[in-house]
């Protein structure tokens, strides 16, 4: 998103985003596939309303289990505008959230072990490095 | 609705989404429908940082004041990630 302004405060307990007029593909499934352009605009504040928990099970979880990810992650509301322009169609809305979360989280390669490697350059000094395909 | 910082980026540089083809999970309550709380928010793969899902609820109303009940499911994924290509990357990423 790069007319995007995303802004975390309270030590990453507020996400505030502020996006204008965001450039989108609407992959619409019905009546026939097709894709869209299509452009939005939303201001949205996430607020953390508890402590954030670890979830996911990282080192037990098939890649394409649902729990394949290493997230901390808080309950959150979210509060804000929302409209779009698509075909003719414009919508504008405000609304909460029934549900938010916010947080962090690594999947997929930042998943596996940190690679051990001998750093020349750094006096022979061992250094962490995660895979990269 | 996908929106993404690839302006200016290579095709193949772009994230790979979550495994098991073009689709994603939905976290939450179940008391709400939803999948529980150890589910991935994420919607691309190979990626690790700042990560917001809500879900709306509220009214919309369109180009000819016809008035509709809004439902939205918006996701933030910002952070590094590895491309298609096997760069590695940094961006923002938006769900819709």
């Not at chain 1, 352009?37 to 928990?53: C, D, G």
Request: aromatic content about 6%.
């Amino acid at each position: 998103m790069p007319d995007a302004q995303i802004t975390s405060s309270r030590h990453g307990k507020e996400l505030t985003v502020d996006a204008e007029n965001v450039a989108v593909v609407d992959d619409v499934a019905s009546p026939a596939p097709a894709e869209i352009p299509a452009a939005v605009s939303f201001h949205l504040t996430w607020n953390a309303t508890a402590p954030r928990h670890r979830l996911g099970h990282p080192r037990t979880a098939a890649p394409t289990d649902p729990a394949a990810f290493l997230g901390r992650l808080a309950h959150a509301k979210a509060t804000g505008s929302f409209s779009g322009m698509e075909a003719g169609f414009a919508f504008q809305s405000s609304g909460k959230s029934t549900f938010a979360e916010l947080g962090t989280e690594q999947n997929g390669v930042f998943l596996a072990p940190p690679a051990v490697v001998v750093c020349r350059v750094c006096a022979g000094r061992q250094v962490r490095r995660f895979p990269v395909r | 609705m996908v929106a993404s910082s690839s302006v200016g980026r290579a095709a193949n540089a772009e994230p790979v989404p979550i495994p098991g083809g073009a689709h994603l999970f939905s976290p939450g309550p179940r008391s709400l429908g939803l999948m529980g709380l150890h589910v991935e928010p994420s919607s691309i793969s190979d990626f690790q940082g700042v990560v917001a899902l809500a879900y709306l609820s509220g009214s919309a109303t369109d180009g000819e004041s016809h008035r509709y009940d809004l439902a939205v499911d918006l996701r933030i994924m910002s952070g590094d990630y590895v491309a298609a290509d096997g760069s590695a990357q940094t961006g923002t990423f938006a769900f819709i």
